[in-house]
């Protein structure tokens, strides 16, 4: 196989994000260290290669038509319709239990869904991006069912600002999660606090390898993760 695969302050509007699913919905930012090496480990038998040369293609061009294009929100109808394609190729080489590899751990840029609102909620739909620059939006997945989705942001293109669900990841079946999150914390500024209640969002694993993770929700919304290396990434 060729991978293995196991989402504002007190003056402020507050629009309820809904966070890398079709619900409103959490990633902690060190993952359980592991080599992550040609191999993806199943946890009830052999390893398994996960460096097949046309997953590798797939990989590169799917990377190429997400990345740059704020998350999906630059792209046009038809250009939403290649990228699925090319994730619907990829989830091809996907293993049989992908919940169940440990590359799952780590941090995650999430670099396109094809609702680009869905990452964000209020804060990235047509009105919200008028007032919030969007500068990254993170998933950690730190082992064994910790999850974290933070956005970064900046006000009117100068107060620095992130909004970040903390939440407890639970295994439905061979490919399918679910993630509790707490009430969403907000940073303006100074200002710092808690608002709302606890949501949750179900997520398809569809491919994963050591440079992407492929989702789906359960509303049907395709989100593409790259693992992040350090630093910011421009989505």
């Known amino acids: 196989m060729a991978a293995c695969s196991l989402t504002l302050s007190s003056s402020l509007p507050q629009p309820k994000p809904s966070f890398f699913g079709s619900k409103p919905s959490h ?27 046309p997953a590798d293609d797939l990989v590169a061009s799917l990377l190429s038509k997400v990345i740059k294009t704020d998350g999906g929100v630059s792209l046009t109808t038809k250009q ?18 992908p919940v169940k590899c440990p590359l799952i751990f780590g941090d995650w840029d999430v670099v396109y869904c094809s609702n680009p609102t869905s990452p964000g909620g209020g804060y990235r739909s047509a009105l919200g991006r008028l007032f919030f620059k969007t500068k990254d939006m993170v998933q950690a997945v730190e082992a064994p069912d910790s999850v974290r989705n933070k956005v970064s942001f900046s006000v009117f293109g100068f107060l620095e600002g992130e909004v970040s669900l903390k939440g407890k990841l639970k295994v439905l079946d061979h490919q399918w999660i679910q993630v509790i999150f707490q009430p969403p914390e907000l940073r303006v500024g100074a200002m710092d606090f808690q608002y709302g209640g606890e949501s949750e969002v179900k997520l398809q694993i569809t491919y994963i390898d050591e440079k992407i993770r492929l989702g789906k929700g359960s509303r049907g919304s395709l989100f593409v993760f790259r693992r992040r290396h350090g630093g910011s990434t421009n989505v």
């Open 27 to 53: 990633l902690s930012l060190h993952s359980t260290s592991f080599a992550l090496k040609s191999q993806c480990f199943r946890v009830s038998s052999s390893s398994v290669s996960i460096s097949s040369r």
């Open 80 to 97: 939403h319709q290649d990228v699925a394609q090319v994730a619907n190729e990829l989830n091809k080489y996907c293993v049989d239990e």
